[in-house]
């Protein structure tokens, strides 16, 4: 084979210069927000400590035709995380606590696990928790269904495993900070909504901030929330998460602007705690978290950078400061929209310089000439036990193939009879065979390592198939899943949710219609003892087969 460069070139984008800012440069990216009678938000950006943009679209209430404007309150979704980091921190510097305390000193009700939490685990999202969304949607309540603090401190009090090792990875979990608001409770024996007001939220000037888990109140100049379910037709949302600490404080544009201002130009009684508050960590392995104490801390092409965004019912928002640039975005709606990052990273554009340097990383390979059989050894279907998913690698053309669940293939280019360089992609991916292990392993420009097992799928039998049926209980969500066998098919069944098809990926790997991955264990005769199950961030939580149909 003739020598092949694989050219790995950074996209380009244009950034405006400052002196070409204009009003109309970011009115014009909120167009959808200025048709009659919908709902919208408020934007609010201010650079070197000038307002440079200002505006409210839309309507807070559809029905009383209630104009959004500046002072608008909205749901801020998880950008309320960093208040409650914030807490956290203050009392860190009273000597009331240490982040690096483990959780059970100030939640005694919470199970020893095999690895310590710590406070900071909690911040950083790092502590192998299960995040209560998911926990509660596996444990068969439904969207609608109010969920309070005090559910989800009983459930977690029941967990007896963790998704993985404290501070081995980062998984963003809403259990965290839900404990987290407990802590600052119990420390400081108050309630956690008139803590957080007294000492953080006042002293800050941010008089129409507060904390609301409460949604049957009515708060006068506060938004309703909406989704689009026509072109133009409008629908409320009810926010029945009654949950505080990882979510539910309220606010507005110009509070949010106060507050985000002390992340460049901080008052000197302030700075300890907004340089904690930055406080970044490696992972066990050595790995970057750019997740902070409850914000994250990164660049947006080569610009540093404080943010975080919220998205609870129908409300979204963006908090972005660029501190080094005096550069403060702040975007709040009462709808929900996939385009505010968007829009929001076009806004940074138009007063951002591109400090990134463009990488043109040319990687030359001589690809080794190999016979088909060497190449055909390779072909099957491979697994990763830790995402739950299969590669398929197949011989065509003379040619190894890398193909993903999407029929999307690459090209692998040998450079050994084991290792393979990944074409058709920007950026180095080396593939490893090894042999004596049927493993292959995906290795990265990083050096981070996927590792993927060869297996073979054979078409379940009628006895395997029925193996898998049965009533399963999981004690740590107290309720239960039934498999059945019909027509050759699986289906699950749940009280709340009813029936679902089922579907084998490999032997004793089951797919629940997309919704979560099952892994069956059997005994040493081949009995199905019970599943561990996984689903976005909830990893194998076991459920005890209870009953054979």
Same mark, same amino acid.
């Given at each position: ?35 009659? @009678? ?23 209430? /559809? &029905? ?17 995380? =960093? ?33 310590? /939490? ?9 502590? *192998?928790?299960?995040?209560? &969304? ?32 404290? *501070? ?52 006068? @100049? ?63 392995? *050595? ?35 660029? &501190? ?14 996939? =385009? ?83 074409? *058709? ?8 065979? $090894? ?40 004690? $740590? ?43 069956? /264990? ?28």
């Amino acid at each position: 084979m003739k020598q092949i460069t694989l050219c790995c070139i950074a996209l380009f984008i244009a950034f405006s210069a400052v002196g070409q800012n204009s009003k109309n440069d970011i009115d014009g990216l909120f167009s959808e927000w200025k048709k009659p @009678n919908n709902p919208g938000g408020v934007v609010m950006v201010t650079h070197k400590n000038q307002i440079i943009f200002s505006h409210a679209y839309g309507l807070a209430n /559809i &029905p009383y035709r209630i104009p959004n404007d500046k002072e608008t309150i909205f749901n801020v979704g998880s950008i309320s995380k =960093q208040f409650t980091a914030m807490g956290i921190v203050l009392l860190q510097l009273e000597g009331k606590l240490s982040v690096d305390d483990a959780i059970q000193k100030y939640l005694p009700e919470m199970p020893q696990f095999k690895q310590t /939490i710590t406070i900071r685990h909690l911040l950083h999202h790092t502590s *192998g928790l299960r995040s209560s &969304p998911e926990l509660f949607g596996l444990a068969g309540w439904r969207d609608g269904d109010a969920i309070t603090n005090e559910d989800v401190y009983r459930y977690l009090a029941k967990q007896v495993d963790l998704n993985f090792e404290p *501070g081995s990875e980062y998984m963003y979990s809403n259990s965290g900070y839900i404990l987290l608001a407990k802590i600052i409770e119990n420390v400081t024996k108050q309630d956690f909504k008139s803590w957080m007001k007294e000492n953080i939220f006042l002293p800050f000037q941010m008089n129409a901030t507060f904390i609301e888990e409460d949604c049957s109140k009515l708060i006068s @100049n506060t938004a309703v929330s909406y989704t689009e379910i026509e072109p133009s037709v409008f629908k409320t949302i009810e926010n029945n998460d009654l949950t505080y600490g990882a979510s539910n404080v309220y606010s507005t544009s110009t509070d949010l602007l106060k507050w985000a201002k002390n992340f460049y130009e901080t008052p000197k009684e302030w700075q300890t705690a907004f340089t904690m508050l930055e406080t970044l960590e490696v992972l066990n392995s *050595g790995r970057k978290n750019n997740y902070a104490f409850g914000i994250f801390v990164d660049d947006f092409f080569g610009n540093r950078r404080v943010q975080h965004t919220g998205a609870i019912a129908g409300f979204r928002s963006i908090l972005y400061c660029y &501190p080094d640039e005096d550069l403060e975005i702040v975007i709040l709606s009462n709808f929900t929209s996939n =385009q505010l990052f968007k829009i929001a990273d076009q806004i940074s554009q138009l007063f951002l310089d591109n400090k990134s340097i463009a990488k043109k990383e040319e990687i030359a390979i001589n690809p080794v000439k190999l016979n088909s059989e060497v190449l055909k050894k390779h072909e099957g279907l491979y697994w990763n036990d830790t995402d739950n998913y299969s590669r398929k690698i197949y011989f065509e053309n003379d040619t190894l193939w890398y193909l993903r669940s999407n029929n999307k293939k690459s090209p692998l280019l040998p450079i050994s009879e084991t290792e393979f360089q990944m074409g *058709g992609i920007n950026e180095k991916l080396v593939i490893k065979f $090894e042999d004596h292990s049927n493993t292959m392993k995906l290795i990265s420009s990083d050096n981070s390592i996927l590792k993927f097992k060869k297996y073979e799928y054979n078409v379940p039998t009628p006895k395997e198939l029925k193996s898998y049926t049965g009533t399963y209980y999981s004690p $740590e969500l107290e309720t239960s899943y039934t498999i059945s066998l019909k027509d050759g098919k699986l289906y699950g069944y749940h009280s709340r949710f009813g029936e679902f098809e089922i579907r084998i990926l490999k032997k004793d790997v089951l797919d629940w219609s997309g919704m979560s991955i099952s892994k069956h /264990i059997r005994d040493k005769k081949g009995n199905v003892l019970g599943f561990k199950i996984t689903l976005n961030r909830i990893r194998n939580l076991w459920f005890e087969k209870k009953q054979t149909l």
